[in-house]
Every structure is written in structure tokens, then in C-alpha cells.
């Protein structure tokens, strides 16, 4: 860390070779971190949200456990339902702040892959393909239907399908967040 400049040694971080570390070495910490360490805090942040989110999701979804394959008991279903509806629906306009956090969050990994000699690369493409996949499914398959389940009509074989899918996908999202975190605190 010697050969990066102090803090406002502009003189010194002109005569480095690049001018990407010319700029990050006046934004450089006093005990020699780089700028991106804040942008590395957003997107463990972002991702323990929405494992927190998750983990509220799947409290309801492990109803669907231990029933077999068939049609899920009407309370199980009344439950599972009236989350989904309290959680996609009525909660309106907070429930648009997940999805403000997922975009944030696949943003701040996206700034992580830009500063390429910040964050090891294989972290951030790996962080990017894990959530990339998670919000993907999210938004294309799970929401979807969970404003469906929601609802609470339809007939029972149809809503049962619709909460084993959910907790189905909850289960792989909640996988591919927590490992998301993993890269970030082990590796970035």
C-alpha cells in the first residue's frame, strides 16, 4: 500500500501510470481500503434484506411440507394465502421497496464488475449470475404467483400447485441470496 498516495496527495496520483488509479488513489481511506468498500457493504446489504425477506416468506411457505402431493388442507391454504395477499397486494406501496433493493442490489454488483481490480472478478460475475437468477425468477415466476395464491380463488389443486411452486422457489432463492452473501463476506 505504500506506492498508492495519501488522501489528497494529487501530485503523487498524477504520476501513477493509469488514470483509474490516479482517481482511486485520491479516494483512497486513510488505512489504504478503496472506494469500493462501500459499494461491496451495499450489496451485503441488499442481499441480507432479501434473505430476510425470504426467511418471512418461507415461515409461511414450510406449511406446504408433510402433506404429500395431493390437495393441501383449506387451512393451509387460507394461510399461505392470506400472506400472499396482505404481502403483495394490501401492502402496497411498501412492497415496491423489495423491488427497489433487488434493482439496487444487482446495480451495486454491476458498479463491483466495472471496478474490476476492487473486487476479484470471479466474485462479482458469480454474485451477479446467483442474484441476476433469484430476482430473475422472482419476477418472472414467483410473484406472479403469489399474487394468483393471493387471491385465494381458484380451485384447490390449482392453489395448492401455485404455494408448492412458491416455496419450491423461495427455497432455490433463498440458496442463491445466502450464497451471494457468502462471496461477498468471504471473498470480495
Not at 23 to 37: D, P, V
Not at 118 to 136: F, H, P, Y
Not at 155 to 168: F, H
Request: include cysteine.
Amino acid at each position: 500500500m505504500a506506492d498508492i498516495p495519501q488522501l489528497g496527495d494529487i501530485e503523487a496520483a498524477r504520476r501513477l501510470r493509469r488514470p483509474r488509479d490516479a482517481i482511486r488513489a485520491t479516494l483512497t481511506r486513510q488505512y489504504g481500503g478503496y472506494i469500493l468498500a462501500p459499494v461491496s457493504a451495499f450489496v451485503t446489504a441488499g442481499a441480507g434484506f432479501l434473505l430476510a425477506v425470504l426467511w418471512f416468506d418461507l415461515m409461511f411457505d414450510v406449511q406446504v411440507r408433510g402433506h404429500g402431493d395431493g390437495e393441501l388442507p383449506e387451512d393451509v391454504l387460507a394461510s399461505i394465502s392470506a400472506y400472499y395477499r396482505r404481502v403483495t397486494t394490501a401492502a402496497r406501496p411498501m412492497n415496491r421497496l423489495i423491488a427497489l433493493v433487488m434493482l439496487a442490489t444487482v446495480a451495486a454488483i454491476l458498479v463491483e464488475i466495472a471496478h474490476d481490480d476492487d473486487v476479484k472478478a470471479w466474485v462479482a460475475w458469480a454474485s451477479l449470475a446467483l442474484a441476476g437468477a433469484a430476482i430473475g425468477l422472482a419476477g418472472l415466476r414467483t410473484v406472479p404467483a403469489a399474487v394468483r395464491l393471493g387471491t385465494g380463488t381458484g380451485a384447490t389443486a390449482e392453489r395448492s400447485r401455485l404455494a408448492r411452486s412458491i416455496y419450491r422457489d423461495h427455497l432455490l432463492c433463498f440458496g442463491a441470496i445466502a450464497s451471494v452473501l457468502v462471496l461477498q463476506f468471504g471473498f470480495a
